[in-house]
């Protein structure tokens, strides 16, 4: 095996302008934020964004003009109010958005990961959301003759995942005990290349010696990165809770374009890298206080 372990900068320089991209997450929790600011200052435009539900990881590459498409069943901030950016852009005509169940997403997801163009569900029976989208269409079941939909696989150039550990190789772990449900590991495999991200590089014999713990395992990644604490503001299981003061400042500044461009300005592409900040955010103080 191979080291695949590269820093924030080289593995965002993967990216180039224009490629479909799925971010992992389930809201709040696992958003692989330090790499979304690292596209976001790298400049990079035109992406589709393909999300399960979407947070504030697609709404700020939308805010800072990266974003193109989006593919998804939810894009808000839970508790703390819509996202701002992705409804301002949507209700503005710059932003192309397909909707689609929960249910329909994860067939499409699944499709992917299959490695098959399309899967049935019964998910939009009596809705109109097929008739809104490209990518499902009306098809009888060749063994029962019921009605159901195929919806295309939603296959993109790269997911990006962000989990709890890893070895050099790209071995991503996490543990048992989690606060939420999630479909990262779906995710993982519904893109022609995988990048991750983690909290923390641990050496090879921690993997071998927790192996039932592998959720990941490296033949599948292309790229993995250390970033303590990269998913803030939201949370990583068991480790950190979300920041809400900072979620309820990131809400307050995208009520407007200006407010927005004001917060890239202070916390994005105003500071060098991950590490700065951490420390506009309010250093290892603020982090210490979002500890599990």
């Known amino acids: 095996m191979r080291s695949k372990r590269m820093s924030l900068r080289e593995a965002a320089s993967l990216i180039p302008s224009g490629s479909s991209i799925t971010l992992s997450g389930a809201i709040l929790p696992r958003q692989p934020m330090a790499f979304v600011h690292e596209l976001v200052r790298r400049g990079v435009r035109d992406l589709t964004v393909k999300l399960f539900v979407g947070s504030v990881g697609v709404d700020l590459l939308i805010g800072a003009g990266g974003v193109r498409r989006v593919e998804t069943a939810y894009v808000g901030l839970g508790p703390f109010g819509l996202a701002p950016n992705f409804r301002r852009s949507a209700e503005a005509g710059r932003l192309e958005v397909e909707d689609m169940s929960e249910s329909a997403l994860m067939a499409r997801f699944r499709a992917s990961g299959y490695g098959v163009p399309y899967l049935p569900t019964k998910a939009l029976l009596g809705t109109s959301m097929a008739e809104h989208t490209p990518n499902a269409a009306a098809a009888v079941c060749p063994f029962t003759g019921e009605q159901v939909h195929e919806v295309r696989a939603a296959h993109s150039d790269f997911t990006i995942v962000h989990g709890h550990w890893a070895d050099e190789y790209g071995n991503v772990q996490h543990p048992v005990r989690r606060n939420t449900d999630e479909?990262?590991?779906?995710?993982?495999?519904?893109?022609?290349?995988?990048?991750?991200?983690?909290?923390?590089?641990?050496?090879?014999?921690?993997?071998?010696?927790?192996?039932?713990?592998?959720w990941i395992p490296h033949h599948w990644v292309e790229a993995v990165v250390e970033v303590p604490y990269g998913a803030h503001p939201g949370s990583c299981d068991g480790l950190y809770s979300e920041d809400e003061a900072h979620l309820r400042l990131y809400a307050l500044h995208g009520k407007t374009e200006e407010g927005f461009r004001a917060y890239l300005d202070t916390y994005v592409t105003g500071v060098k890298d991950h590490w700065e900040y951490l420390e506009r955010i309010g250093g290892i103080r603020r982090l210490c206080q979002l500890r599990m």
């Not at 050496?203 to 713990?213: F, G, H, M």
């Open 183 to 214: 479909c990262d590991q779906m995710l993982a495999k519904a893109a022609s290349r995988l990048i991750v991200t983690v909290e923390k590089i641990v050496p090879p014999r921690v993997v071998r010696d927790n192996s039932t713990l592998t």
